[in-house]
């Protein structure tokens, strides 16, 4: 399937947001402003994810039925040189949680609730991020194991604390389907997948350096730190290869 928007480029039949860091920040701070209470949906696919949809038709929906798809690693923006719409540049899930907390710290009433990581984690993550940035306020955290006979209690929490901003990091596909399954019932102006970067903000886990980030050597860094990852790196040569076939061979 062609993912056809004038405002999204297609990669496999996922449509990406083509709109620029500043572009996406502007909209996202314009979510809290405009103070709807109507959950947002951002996703922000990297060529691993991209490569899930295309044998997960759940998940694949439910990011073509997000409200913002953001471009998270080089390669996706790579991939939409074989695209009609050309990406200009990365737009990554960690940075843009930074950037909105550096925004809205000291905004009267805006709040962050965050769900994921292993436990203590989250609450780590708090305590970094309100030092950090001064006046930011997570007004509550939560790991992300948890059962779904547990989701009714959860969501209500979340509810009664009424954040604008929530963290999802329970994993790619897993994170994105739970936003997805409750956001009509989330009191939130908008939610966002964040995978690791919970663990990013407690400092349980490190980012490349700003040199990998910038050659776009992030997840070279990353195995480099975890070579454990690399069986799980092996989905981006068959990434280049389904987008190159894409482009030449797709009827």
Known sequence: MIYYDIMKTDILG??????NRGEVLDEVIG???ANERKCK???TPNPEMIMLAGTDPEFAQVLNHAD?????GVGVVWASKYSKIKLLETVTGCDLCF???????GMDGAKVYILGAKPGVALLAKEKMEDKYPGLNICGVRDGFFKPEE???IVAEINALKPDMLLVGRGMGKQEKWI???KDNLDVNFAIGCGGAIDVMAGTAKRAPKIFRKLGLEWFYRLLMQPSRFFRMLVLPKFVVSVIFDKFFRK
Request: aromatic share 14%.
């Open 14 to 19: 996922i449509g990406i947001d083509t709109k």
């Open 31 to 33: 979510y809290i402003k």
């Open 41 to 43: 949906l951002i996703a």
């Open 68 to 72: 913002l798809v953001i471009p998270d």
């Open 99 to 105: 950037s909105v907390f550096d925004n809205i710290r």
């Open 151 to 153: 989701d009714g209690a």
């Open 180 to 182: 997805y399954k409750y």
